[in-house]
């Protein structure tokens, strides 16, 4: 399919100095995680994405972007096709190295002596949250801080507390309706907050250190949320859900 289309971008010529093919994106990204794609700086009438087989049941869209999580490791490309009125068109093609730890076969398990527990164990407490934890705390409050957008803070807030205990318990239900509520938060802003990249400074960090923390359950999911939200402060005022 890809050679065919190929031939017939090649083989027809580009006018116009208003047509432009341009994707913004990560090259990398961790298997498992959210990735964004966004043809907002292409101009032309029509914008139409290519996207790999394997991936076009798993991607959606919102406005200019295109997001999806890639479960395997491997190189995926992109394409974009923009045309205008007069049937010209220009294209672009970007690459996604996406990258994971491959698991190895357990081996049988070798009887050993049980050790002794430390007197005194530290227990994980809401005073002393986990280290990943903490990272995806500190990732959403430095993000808030650097964007100063009051009113879509506070309606991601009250929209992710409202959703917490509504979750599905299947864990890729869950991620998914955490995105939906996002992107319906992302299109609700205020005209004078549409210019805040929220998908740059605050989406993908915080997604990437929730990949990091790699919660196996809905339960370790909502753990990552609550972080999340803890830092999503108003003149310094932290929400604690």
């Given at each position: 399919m890809r050679p065919l289309i190929l031939f017939l971008l090649l083989?027809?010529?580009?006018?116009?100095?208003?047509?432009?093919?341009?994707?913004?994106?990560?090259?990398?990204?961790?298997?498992?995680?959210?990735?964004?794609?966004?043809?907002?700086?292409?101009?032309?009438?029509?914008?139409?994405?290519?996207?790999?087989?394997?991936?076009?049941?798993?991607?959606?869209?919102?406005?200019?972007?295109?997001?999806?999580?890639?479960?395997?490791?491997?190189?995926?490309?992109?394409?974009l096709i923009v045309a205008n009125k007069q049937a010209e068109i220009?294209?672009?093609?970007?690459?996604?190295?996406?990258?994971?730890?491959?698991?190895?076969?357990?081996?049988?398990?070798?009887?050993?002596?049980?050790?002794?527990?430390?007197?005194?164990?530290?227990?994980?407490?809401?005073?002393?949250?986990?280290?990943?934890?903490?990272?995806?705390?500190?990732?959403?409050?430095?993000?808030?801080?650097?964007?100063?957008?009051?009113?879509?803070?506070?309606?991601?807030?009250?929209?992710?507390?409202?959703?917490?205990?509504?979750?599905?318990?299947?864990?890729?239900?869950?991620?998914?309706?955490?995105?939906?509520?996002?992107?319906?938060?992302?299109?609700?802003?205020?005209?004078?907050?549409?210019?805040?990249?929220?998908?740059?400074?605050?989406?993908?960090?915080?997604?990437?250190?929730?990949?990091?923390?790699?919660?196996?359950?809905?339960?370790?999911?909502?753990?990552?949320?609550?972080?999340?939200?803890?830092?999503?402060?108003?003149?310094?005022?932290?929400?604690?859900?």
């Amino acid at each position: 399919m890809r050679p065919l289309i190929l031939f017939l971008l090649l083989a027809i010529p580009v006018f116009g100095q208003d047509l432009k093919a341009s994707i913004k994106g990560p090259s990398t990204a961790l298997a498992g995680t959210l990735v964004f794609l966004s043809h907002e700086d292409a101009t032309g009438d029509n914008k139409v994405w290519i996207i790999p087989e394997e991936l076009k049941s798993a991607s959606a869209s919102c406005g200019s972007n295109i997001f999806f999580s890639i479960p395997t490791p491997g190189k995926y490309q992109f394409g974009l096709i923009v045309a205008n009125k007069q049937a010209e068109i220009a294209y672009s093609w970007h690459e996604i190295v996406v990258t994971g730890t491959v698991i190895a076969p357990t081996p049988p398990p070798v009887p050993t002596p049980t050790p002794n527990p430390p007197p005194n164990p530290i227990q994980p407490s809401p005073g002393n949250p986990p280290p990943s934890l903490e990272s995806i705390r500190l990732t959403s409050r430095a993000a808030v801080d650097t964007l100063q957008d009051a009113a879509t803070t506070s309606l991601l807030a009250s929209s992710l507390i409202n959703l917490l205990p509504k979750l599905p318990a299947y864990l890729p239900d869950a991620k998914g309706l955490v995105t939906s509520t996002i992107e319906t938060c992302f299109g609700m802003r205020e005209p004078t907050s549409r210019k805040k990249d929220w998908l740059n400074i605050w989406r993908i960090p915080i997604d990437k250190e929730i990949g990091k923390a790699n919660p196996q359950t809905v339960e370790e999911y909502k753990e990552c949320l609550r972080a999340v939200i803890r830092g999503l402060c108003v003149d310094g005022k932290c929400p604690n859900p």
